[in-house]
C-alpha cells in the first residue's frame, strides 16, 4: 500500500514526514451548519494518510442529534469507519436543521451510527483515550466550542485513572491548539468560540454578539488547563471582519474538482445552497488555519507568541502577556493569505488512501484483576504498521460472546457471575478489521 499513497503525495508537492513523526491528534469539532469542519476533518485524514499523525478520536460539542453521526459518516468516507466518535451529552439534543449540511451528510452518507445515543460521551471517551497514552504525547485540536473541555477538566478521577480532570491533561497532553479569541496587537474583542462580544454586536450580526455561557466556560479553560494552550484567533482565516484590515485566508472553491458525490465537496454545497447558491463554495478558514498549526506547527506559515498567559474578560476582550514561565499564547499569519489557502485546499483534495485491511497485531500482555464482581483487564498496546493506518480500538470478548469496545488498554467488566471464564481481546485498526485475539482465563470466588 505504501507505493500508491507515497506517488499520491508526490504528485500533490506535499511534503513527506518520517514514520517515527507520528503525532496522536484528538479533534473536537462543531460540525452543523459552517462546513470548515468537514474541510478540517479531510485536511486530518490527509495528513493521516501522510503517516504524520494518528486520530485517536473525534469529539462534538453541538446540540444536534444528526452531528456525530455526520463525523462517523466522513471518517467512513475516508476508510476510517473505526475512529472513536464523543458527544457532548449535557445540552439538549435536537434534530438538525435541514438546511444545515451535518443533516444531508447523516442522512445521505453511510457511516458506524445512526443514533446520537449510541455515541459515547465526549469527557468519558477523553478520559479512558487519555489513560493509555503516553505521557505529554496528545494533541487536542478544539475547533469549536469548548463544552468538552470544560467538563473534562471538572472530572473526577475514574476507573481509568485516579487523576481528576486537570491532572490527567496536565499529565498526557502536549498542547491544546484552539480556534478563538482575538489577538490583534495581542488584545482584541472576541466573537462567536469563546462567547463574542458586544462590541461586534449589531442587528445583522447577533452571532457575533456576547453569550455569557460560553464566555465563562471559556475563562474556565482558558485558567483551569495545565497543559500548554495555544489559539489561532479569528483574526487569521477570517482578518477583515469588522474592519480589521488583517486579510482573510479564503478556501474550498477548489473542492468543485472533486467527484460530485465526495462527502466534504457536498457538506460545502449544501452550506452554500441555504444561503441562495452553490457555485461558489469559497469561505474564510479559520478553523482550517488552527488545524494547520497544530499539526504541522509554526513551519513558514505562523509567528507564535506562546511564553505567556491569556486571559479573557467577561466582555469578550482578549489579551495576551507576556510571562516568565507562561504556556498559553497565540499565533499570527506568517505566510502570504493565498498561499495559505493553497496548503490548505492541497490537503482538502487529497483522495482517500485505500481501506486498510491487514489485520494488526494481537495485543501483549493480558491480565486480570478481580474486584468484588469486577473484572480489570489491561493489556499492552498492539500494532498496525501499515502506513496511513494504526489501531483505533480493542473488542473484548467473554466465553466467545463480545462484550464491548475499548479505546484504550483498558476494560471493566461489571456484569460477570461467580464461576470460570475466558476472556479475549484483540485489536482492530481504523476501518475495523481485526486482528488475531488473546485470551486469559479467570475466575470469581
Excluded at 483574526?235 to 484590515?245: H, L, S
Amino acid at each position: 500500500m505504501r507505493l500508491p499513497v507515497l506517488a499520491t503525495l508526490l504528485t500533490a508537492g506535499l511534503s513527506l514526514t518520517p514514520l517515527f513523526a507520528q503525532k496522536k491528534v484528538i479533534l473536537d469539532t462543531d460540525p452543523s451548519f459552517d462546513p470548515d469542519d468537514a474541510g478540517c476533518m479531510a485536511m486530518l485524514h490527509a495528513i493521516a494518510t501522510n503517516d504524520e499523525i494518528e486520530i485517536l478520536a473525534v469529539m462534538n460539542c453541538t446540540d444536534f442529534h444528526e452531528s456525530p453521526i455526520s463525523i462517523g459518516a466522513i471518517n467512513q468516507f475516508y476508510h476510517r469507519k473505526a475512529i472513536p466518535v464523543g458527544d457532548y451529552k449535557r445540552y439538549g439534543k435536537k434534530p438538525s436543521p435541514e438546511t444545515n449540511y451535518d443533516y444531508g451528510i447523516a442522512n445521505d452518507y453511510p457511516g458506524p451510527y445512526s443514533r446520537s445515543e449510541d455515541v459515547p460521551e465526549a469527557y468519558r471517551l477523553y478520559r479512558e483515550i487519555l489513560a493509555s497514552q503516553p505521557d505529554k504525547s496528545v494533541t487536542i485540536i478544539a475547533i469549536g466550542t469548548l463544552h468538552n473541555l470544560e467538563e473534562l477538566l471538572q472530572s473526577a478521577g475514574d476507573s481509568y485513572s485516579p487523576l481528576d480532570g486537570k491532572s490527567l491533561v496536565e499529565r498526557k497532553v502536549a498542547q491544546v491548539v484552539t480556534m478563538g479569541g482575538n489577538f490583534i496587537n495581542h488584545s482584541g474583542f472576541d466573537r462567536t468560540n469563546w462567547g463574542g462580544s458586544n462590541e461586534l454586536c449589531d442587528d445583522s450580526r447577533t452571532w457575533a454578539c456576547l453569550n455569557e455561557q460560553r464566555n465563562a466556560l471559556t475563562r474556565y479553560v482558558i485558567e483551569h488547563c495545565r497543559a500548554p494552550f495555544i489559539a489561532s484567533g479569528w483574526e487569521n482565516g477570517n482578518g477583515n471582519f469588522n474592519g480589521a484590515q488583517q486579510g482573510n485566508v479564503i478556501s474550498g472553491q477548489r473542492l468543485k474538482e472533486l467527484e460530485s458525490d465526495h462527502i466534504v465537496r457536498r457538506s460545502y454545497e449544501m452550506h452554500f445552497a441555504s444561503r441562495g447558491g452553490s457555485d461558489r463554495i469559497e469561505r474564510h478558514s479559520n478553523d482550517q488555519c488552527a488545524l494547520l498549526y497544530a499539526v504541522k506547527g509554526a513551519t513558514s506559515y505562523y509567528t507564535e507568541y506562546i511564553d505567556g498567559e491569556i486571559e479573557l474578560t467577561k466582555e469578550g476582550a482578549c489579551q495576551w502577556t507576556r510571562t516568565s514561565g507562561g504556556n498559553q499564547g497565540y499565533i499570527a499569519k506568517r505566510m502570504p493569505d493565498q498561499q495559505l489557502a493553497k496548503v490548505i485546499e492541497d490537503l482538502m483534495l487529497l483522495p482517500p488512501m485505500a481501506p486498510d485491511r491487514s489485520p494488526p497485531s494481537a495485543p501483549g500482555q493480558l491480565a486480570s484483576a478481580v474486584r468484588d464482581s469486577r473484572v480489570d483487564l489491561t493489556w499492552k498496546p498492539a500494532r498496525d504498521d501499515t502506513p496511513g493506518s494504526w489501531v483505533s480500538g480493542y473488542n473484548v470478548y467473554r466465553n466467545g460472546h463480545q462484550i464491548g469496545r475499548a479505546s484504550g488498554t483498558q476494560f471493566f467488566d461489571y456484569e460477570a457471575v461467580d464461576g470460570s471464564h475466558t476472556y479475549e481481546v484483540s485489536a482492530i485498526n481504523v476501518n475495523g478489521i481485526e486482528g488475531e485475539r488473546v485470551a486469559l482465563q479467570v475466575r470469581l470466588n
